[in-house]
């Protein structure tokens, strides 16, 4: 483990998990998340991003990075991705830096959507978002096969429900999907979620009942709409799941690797050591993260 992930695991542990841990005032959590936070994500060389609203109204940034021109989406394909918050915080700012040096190493355009948060638009708003960007990004031309969706912890959930929704409504399927430390199972089952409590430096397992109050509600957390662990994905394109030992939703990403494995779908899982939460946010900084980066990128170049 690298002296920097060893930095970061530290300030996390000494700074946002107690945040998240003794207060889930939203509005205080989104603010000290943009401010306190996201300036520790530095950004890639030639980075860019611009606002955008597609077709179906979901607004969100086209980002990327080093030298040249803005790719051409229909060309390129585009990396469509769902940052991660809990279903209640983050945005395509907090996450347009990380996804702008990914989509520039596979050399595609990136789209980070803004989709509705909780608890202002519970579920199944962030989904219903989720869909429509898709189907407009094929509104757009832009070819299926050219289209990766993706998305971490919570984005990550939202990801792997929208690649169960394009199979079951028989859309065309993108070319590969990105699950990066996923909320697969929101029953929150897994042996992980208690046996990684204290070695989770980010996200506190004693919050999940009042988070799934703010973003389910009532709504049963099985469903496999809210649940992807328990969706059908036969058919599905190849789907990438990273995860850390050490982190409560470990198991989510176990246990969804070997859901898909069933179904006869080409799932690959790497589990990257020592690691923290979605420590993919920290590329610049970290060396795992920069690695991280790589692996994704050299999964997908032969898709």
């Known amino acids: 483990m690298s002296v920097q992930l060893t930095v970061v695991k530290a300030l996390s542990r000494w700074t946002m998990k107690p945040v998240l841990t003794h207060s889930l005032n939203i509005p205080r959590i989104r603010k000290w998340f943009r401010y306190c936070v996201e300036p520790f994500f530095f950004s890639p060389r030639g980075f860019w991003k611009r606002p955008a609203n597609l077709a179906s109204g979901v607004s969100g940034l086209w980002v ?29 700012g907090s996450h347009a830096r990380m996804v702008a040096d990914l989509a520039m190493r596979c050399d595609m355009a990136g789209f980070v959507a803004n989709y509705a948060l909780a608890p202002e638009h519970p579920f199944p708003a962030a989904h219903n978002d989720a869909l429509a960007a898709y189907e407009a990004l094929l509104g757009m031309g832009v070819p299926a096969d050219k289209i990766v969706i993706g998305g971490d912890s919570a984005g990550g959930n939202i990801a792997l429900v929208l690649l169960s929704q ?42 999940i009942p009042v988070l799934m109050d703010h973003y389910l509600g009532k709504h049963p ?83």
């Open 166 to 207: 394009i199979l079951a409504k028989g859309l065309p399927r993108p070319r590969a999907t990105l699950a990066l430390c996923p909320v697969t199972d929101l029953t929150y089952s897994g042996a992980s979620i208690t046996e990684n409590a204290k070695s989770d430096v980010f996200l506190p397992a004693s919050q």
């Open 64 to 92: 990327g990075a080093g030298k040249g021109t803005h790719p051409d989406p229909l060309q390129t394909g585009v990396i469509l991705y769902f940052h991660g918050g809990g279903f209640v915080f983050g945005s395509p």
């Open 221 to 303: 957390a099985n469903d496999p709409l809210a649940s992807p662990l328990f969706a059908d994905f036969t058919g599905a394109p190849p789907v990438l799941i990273h995860a850390t030992d050490i982190e409560i939703l470990r198991d989510d990403a176990l246990r969804m690797d070997k859901a898909l494995t069933a179904q006869g779908v080409d799932s690959t899982l790497q589990i990257t050591p020592k690691a923290m939460h979605v420590w993919h946010l920290m590329r610049g900084v970290v060396p795992e993260a920069n690695a991280a980066l790589d692996q994704i990128a050299d999964w997908l170049r032969p898709r």
